[in-house]
């Protein structure tokens, strides 16, 4: 409780500093998006990267938060001059919680050759910058907690018991308490957009991007292709890191539209700590994969203020003595205020 009062109480302050400085009223509004993301869907399984929580709240376009973005040196989209309405900068704030378990949960004894159990609270404060429909910018801080304080065993405990499935029996194994805190920072381009029979547009929108921190350190890059009747500004639906990115924003619409998407993403990991362990102390560890790709695959749709996605994706092992690959899925929803 005191990390989500700490959290709100930034939060607060935040919001205000943001508020003061509003856009005109025909922007697109604040955002506030809910991601959940479990094996059970698609994969049907119980292990690795089990469970993750995000709500994430994206603020309308910000004056001071455009020139701000425009002053760091790997989002600097030219100088003064040539800043004009087409660059837009938000706020973005997020909480979330991972679980990760290993493929055996049904003893309470260390598994030397499977991936500790673990669990990632922790709050996100970011920026999110955009040049019309050609370029988007993230940076996001996240900071938190991994270990017991992360209250993943408890969560897990309470849904699993509530749902009436077998509760993993191995948590007295996770990983210590330990800070978080991991920095990341991802870049998309879009290309023009290209037409279709059948009234359909497509565009691809590569990407790249990494992380740096005792959580995650990595470098990653991909590109994600659209299919859809009328392809808007936003550069798909938000996910949980590490994933192909999201911007977490998009426009109104009067009717329904919906989009499909694919994409891929391939990161070099320096540091995983759910797999290397404990930083600052003797853990459990599993030797890592170097080298990890998703695949993914999605349709969203959006009706007026509402925007709903579902991703089916598609892991590479991520450890030496892995035995498959992982398959999950990610359903988010989105409503702009």
């Given at each position: 409780?005191?990390?989500?009062?700490?959290?709100?109480?930034?939060?607060?302050?935040?919001?205000i500093l943001v508020w003061a400085d509003a856009s005109p009223a025909d922007e697109?509004?604040?955002?506030?998006?809910?991601?959940?993301?479990?094996?059970?869907?698609?994969?049907?399984?119980?292990?690795?990267?089990?469970?993750?929580?995000?709500?994430?709240?994206?603020?309308?376009?910000?004056?001071?938060?455009?020139?701000?973005?425009?002053?760091?040196?790997?989002?600097?989209?030219?100088?003064?001059?040539?800043?004009?309405?087409?660059?837009?900068?938000?706020?973005?704030?997020?909480?979330?919680?991972?679980?990760?378990?290993?493929?055996n949960v049904f003893t309470p004894q260390l598994l030397l050759n499977d991936r500790?159990?673990?669990?990632?609270?922790?709050?996100?404060?970011?920026?999110?910058?955009?040049?019309?429909?050609?370029?988007?910018?993230?940076?996001?801080?996240?900071?938190?907690?991994?270990?017991?304080?992360?209250?993943?065993?408890?969560?897990?405990?309470?849904?699993?018991?509530?749902?009436?499935?077998?509760?993993?029996?191995?948590?007295?194994?996770?990983?210590?308490?330990?800070?978080?805190?991991?920095?990341?920072?991802?870049?998309?381009?879009?290309?023009?957009?290209?037409?279709?029979?059948?009234?359909?547009?497509?565009?691809?929108?590569?990407?790249?991007?990494?992380?740096?921190?005792?959580?995650?350190?990595?470098?990653?890059?991909?590109?994600?292709?659209?299919?859809?009747?009328?392809?808007?500004?936003?550069?798909?639906?938000?996910?949980?890191?590490?994933?192909?990115?999201?911007?977490?924003?998009?426009?109104?619409?009067?009717?329904?539209?919906?989009?499909?998407?694919?994409?891929?993403?391939?990161?070099?990991?320096?540091?995983?700590?759910?797999?290397?362990?404990?930083?600052?102390?003797?853990?459990?560890?599993?030797?890592?994969?170097?080298?990890?790709?998703?695949?993914?695959?999605?349709?969203?749709?959006?009706?007026?203020?509402?925007?709903?996605?579902?991703?089916?994706?598609?892991?590479?092992?991520?450890?030496?003595?892995?035995?498959?690959?992982?398959?999950?899925?990610?359903?988010?929803?989105?409503?702009?205020?």
């Amino acid at each position: 409780m005191s990390h989500m009062r700490i959290f709100l109480s930034v939060l607060a302050l935040l919001c205000i500093l943001v508020w003061a400085d509003a856009s005109p009223a025909d922007e697109p509004g604040d955002v506030l998006s809910i991601q959940l993301e479990n094996d059970f869907f698609g994969g049907g399984t119980d292990r690795h990267f089990t469970h993750g929580t995000r709500i994430e709240y994206t603020t309308k376009p910000v004056g001071w938060i455009t020139d701000w973005a425009n002053r760091l040196p790997w989002i600097r989209f030219g100088d003064e001059k040539e800043i004009d309405d087409s660059i837009k900068g938000r706020a973005s704030f997020s909480i979330g919680q991972n679980m990760f378990t290993p493929e055996n949960v049904f003893t309470p004894q260390l598994l030397l050759n499977d991936r500790p159990y673990a669990g990632w609270l922790y709050m996100g404060f970011g920026l999110v910058a955009n040049k019309r429909e050609s370029r988007y910018d993230k940076v996001m801080l996240e900071i938190g907690m991994i270990g017991p304080s992360s209250l993943a065993e408890k969560t897990q405990r309470f849904w699993h018991s509530m749902w009436g499935i077998h509760v993993p029996e191995g948590w007295d194994n996770q990983l210590g308490n330990e800070p978080g805190i991991v920095l990341y920072y991802e870049q998309a381009r879009r290309y023009e957009k290209g037409d279709l029979p059948f009234n359909l547009q497509f565009d691809i929108i590569p990407h790249f991007g990494g992380s740096l921190g005792n959580v995650f350190t990595y470098a990653s890059a991909g590109f994600i292709l659209r299919l859809g009747p009328d392809l808007r500004n936003d550069f798909g639906p938000p996910r949980i890191r590490p994933s192909l990115p999201g911007a977490g924003y998009f426009r109104r619409e009067k009717g329904l539209d919906y989009y499909l998407f694919a994409g891929v993403e391939g990161r070099a990991i320096i540091r995983n700590i759910f797999l290397d362990g404990n930083t600052f102390r003797d853990s459990h560890s599993i030797e890592k994969r170097m080298f990890v790709g998703d695949l993914q695959a999605g349709v969203t749709f959006q009706l007026a203020r509402f925007q709903v996605s579902y991703t089916q994706i598609y892991r590479t092992k991520e450890f030496k003595a892995q035995n498959n690959a992982d398959i999950y899925g990610s359903l988010n929803l989105s409503y702009q205020f």
